[in-house]
Every structure is written in structure tokens, then in C-alpha cells.
């Protein structure tokens, strides 16, 4: 029963990316003789930590490692905050999430930022996703409890410039993951997850001209979510969090005084191990050697330490190197500004279809008033009844600046 409960556990979060469309996954159904076609996503605990929650980068196919830096930096690459322009500033952003499924699940972002000087910066946040109410039942279907699942992160950052073209950042977040209240099963208790985590981040960027026009080139780095395994009971079996790799490169084109273009993209990789393909034997039990364990036919262990199997995340899928490059997620945005003060966006993310296969076009606005910014995003999937469709992002930002000189005047 309680393996039934961590695997239930598993399916309400893990739903959030994997695409209804794509084929229930089994194990046994790994068996070898179509490695390339078998739907073998990358599995991890608390993925809402790889969910966009800001609507800029929401609206532009979730890029954001090396787009000119803004207030919401944290979740994409905390080290773009030594370069951004303002002394200080505070976003929250909200989002009604798989709305098509389940009319109660959100999230919601809150983050800031503050100069210290004009090489540092510091700056936090608190990531929250809200599961709703969820129904606890016992073995004869009977109530037990109406829960509220929930998982959070908090973060602290800071950022330092290295030079004139260069930075680096570093984050650390704790994460708290309470799933299952706190009910016991099959008289074993469960527990809120708990995990920390750091991230390590760079970002470079340098001015070109191209004919009489200015322009910027940026490139960004991250390593975020490098954290210890986590688990909701006090077994020893625990599951990898969401260590994921993202590079990104943006070019930003100013056309004139009043209009601005910037291209970026990003790619991502997460570090973590994938399932192997097990042995079976005739009429689909497992194989397991004399200990019990069960025999590996194709790919690693992924029973392995934090920093072995971030290694092992390169080389370890059971269909080799054409397996490990479906793992490297693709996205695509542009930004057009107008007077620094209205935005319009668009961008692409592209996932495989044997690892998740959420592919999604994105769009969205943005105005910036004095002290005030207003920003909003639309997912638009690539097919019918996606869990994602119709998903919305709304982000407001407050400028300390702006408001410090307004009051001034």
C-alpha cells in the first residue's frame, strides 16, 4: 500500500508535464525491442521547481538564461542580477495551472531584489504550488481525510560582477514538498520532503555594432536545483530533485531610440538518472539476482549519490547517445519593446515526444508605467486537449527607483 501511495503521489505532480497524449508508461513495457518508440521520461520529485512562473519568460517559450536581466532572474540565472540597471524591486506573479484537468491547483511566485553596491547584488524569492483539496482514502475507499497538498521553495542569491562583461551567482533554496498530510499507510507514516539545494550561474554579455546600430550579445549558464535526494517517508528510498542544466544565448538589436528586438534561446538537460530497461521473465515478473534486486538489461542504476548521478546523466539512458540527446529540451522567444514602456513576446518550447513531449507556442504582453509593470503570458499547445492548453501567467512588478524619484518630485 505504500508503494500504491508513492506512486499516486508521483502521478499528481508528475501530471503537470506529462502530456495526456502520450502513452501510459510501465516498466515491463521497456522490454527491449523498440528502445527508440518507448515513452521513457526523465523522472524526478518536485518538478514545479522547472516550471516558468514569471510571464516574460512565460511568454517567450520559457527562455530566460541570458535575456536582458529583470526581477525575476532567480528562477533562470541568478548571476544576470549584477547587471540589471535598477537599485531594487519586488514581482509576484500567479498562475491557474492544468485548468483543463483540475480547477484548483496554482502557482504563485514572489521575488525581490537589492543593490548593494554597484558590483553586488542580493536578492530572494518564494516559489508556492498549491495541489488543491485532495481526498485521502483508506483500503475500503472510505474518507479518511481531506487534504491540501502543497510544496514551496525559498531562495536567497547573490550576485557579483567580474568585470565589465562578466558575472557570476550563486543561490541556495530550501524546499519543502507535503504531498500526503501526514497520513500513515499500511502503518508506516508519511512526511513532508524535504531538500536544499544551490545553484551556480554566469552570465556574460558584450556590445557589437552591426552597420550604425548598436547591439548586445549575451550568453548564460546555470546549474540549478544541486541538491540532496529527497523522500516523504523515513525509508531509504528517495528520489533525485530536478538538478537541471540550462544554457542560453540572446542577441538584442537596437533599431532605433524607441524600438528595440532581442532574439534568445535556451536549452536544458536534466541531471538526473534515467530508468533503465529491465529483465523480465515469461509472464512479466521481474528478474532480481540473489539479493533481490532486479537485473538492469539497457542503462545504470539510478540508485546512485547526487553527484555521481549527475555525471551519469550524460551516458546512462538504455538507448544511448540518440536517447540522450531527446533529453535536451529546446526553447525559442522574442521580445519587441517600444519606448522601453509596451512589450509584445512570442517563443516556442519543444520537448520530445518519448520524454515528456510538451511542445507549446507561447505569447504575450508587457507595459511598463512609471513605478508599475504589468506583464502576461498565453500557452497555445501544438495539439488538442493538452493538459497546458489555455494555461495564463500574470506578473506585476514594483520599481523602488521609479517610486523613490516620483515621491521626489
Known amino acids: 500500500m505504500l508503494t500504491l501511495l508513492r506512486s499516486l503521489l508521483f502521478l499528481i505532480f508528475s501530471s503537470v508535464f506529462i502530456s495526456l497524449s502520450a502513452q501510459t508508461i510501465n516498466p515491463r513495457e521497456l522490454n527491449g525491442t523498440d528502445l527508440k518508440n518507448n515513452p521513457n521520461p526523465v523522472e524526478s520529485a518536485v518538478p514545479f521547481l522547472t516550471i516558468a512562473p514569471d510571464s516574460r519568460s512565460g511568454a517567450m517559450g520559457d527562455v530566460g538564461a541570458a535575456t536582458t536581466p529583470d526581477i525575476n532572474s532567480m528562477h533562470w540565472n541568478p548571476s544576470k542580477y549584477a547587471f540589471i540597471e535598477n537599485d531594487g524591486g519586488v514581482s509576484i506573479s500567479y498562475s491557474p495551472w492544468l485548468r483543463n484537468l483540475v480547477g484548483d491547483i496554482d502557482l504563485a511566485y514572489l521575488s525581490f531584489y537589492k543593490r548593494l553596491d554597484r558590483q553586488q547584488v542580493i536578492a530572494a524569492s518564494l516559489l508556492y504550488f498549491s495541489l488543491g483539496d485532495i481526498e485521502f482514502m483508506d483500503d475500503n475507499a472510505s474518507p479518511i481525510i481531506t487534504g491540501k497538498p502543497n510544496e514551496f521553495a525559498i531562495d536567497v542569491a547573490y550576485s557579483r560582477l567580474f568585470g565589465e562583461k562578466l558575472s557570476g551567482g550563486i543561490a541556495f533554496r530550501y524546499i519543502r514538498s507535503d504531498l500526503s498530510s501526514g497520513i500513515s499507510v499500511g502503518g508506516v507514516a508519511t512526511k513532508a520532503g524535504q531538500a536544499f539545494a544551490a545553484d551556480v550561474s554566469m552570465y556574460y554579455n558584450t556590445d557589437i555594432a552591426i552597420g550604425e546600430r548598436d547591439s548586445k550579445l ?192
Open 218 to 409: 549575451a550568453f548564460g549558464f546555470n546549474i540549478s536545483n544541486i541538491g540532496n535526494r529527497i523522500s516523504y517517508t523515513s525509508d531509504l528510498d528517495k528520489d533525485f530533485i530536478p538538478i537541471n542544466l540550462r544554457l542560453g544565448v540572446s542577441y538584442t538589436l537596437n533599431i532605433d531610440d524607441y524600438n528595440s528586438i532581442s532574439l534568445s534561446s535556451d536549452i536544458n538537460k536534466l541531471l538526473v538518472p534515467t530508468r533503465p530497461v529491465y529483465w523480465t521473465k515469461i509472464g512479466g515478473s521481474d528478474s532480481t539476482d540473489v539479493n533481490g534486486k532486479r537485473i538492469i538489461r539497457f542503462g545504470k542504476d539510478p540508485d546512485v549519490p547526487v553527484v555521481k548521478g549527475m555525471f551519469q546523466s550524460f551516458y546512462d539512458s538504455p538507448n544511448g547517445f540518440e536517447e540522450e540527446m531527446r533529453e535536451i529540451t529546446y526553447s525559442i522567444g522574442a521580445e519587441y519593446w517600444y519606448r522601453k514602456q509596451f512589450a509584445i513576446r512570442g517563443g516556442y518550447f519543444h520537448e520530445s515526444q518519448t520524454k515528456g513531449n510538451r511542445k507549446y507556442f507561447t505569447m504575450g504582453v508587457g507595459l511598463k508605467l512609471n513605478v508599475l509593470g504589468i506583464d502576461f503570458s498565453y500557452l497555445i499547445p501544438t495539439y488538442a486537449n493538452h493538459p497546458l492548453a489555455n494555461t495564463l501567467r500574470f506578473s506585476l512588478t514594483f520599481d523602488f527607483d521609479a517610486f523613490r524619484k516620483l515621491k521626489n518630485k
